[in-house]
């Protein structure tokens, strides 16, 4: 099975780190394929456009729109 890439975008990136390790931890606790990066959220547009699933941390979701036109994402 091909792996689905979840990638998670912020701005400070202190919690998204945590929620990237968990998520992790959780993934492979279960066997779950799955590729899970952070990135700042200036990398959105680029990094987004490889991603299955992109997650925005609150201090960024006003941006949501411009990420999603800059990405070519499903919303």
Known sequence: MEK???????SAGMSTSLLVSKM???AEKY???????AFPETLAGEKGQN???VLLGPQIAYM???IGDAA???I
């Open 4 to 10: 689905k890439h979840i990638y998670l975008f912020c």
């Open 24 to 26: 992790r931890a959780q």
């Open 31 to 37: 066997e779950v394929p799955v590729i899970i990066e």
């Open 51 to 53: 991603a299955d699933v």
């Open 64 to 66: 949501l729109p411009e």
């Open 72 to 74: 070519n994402l499903l």
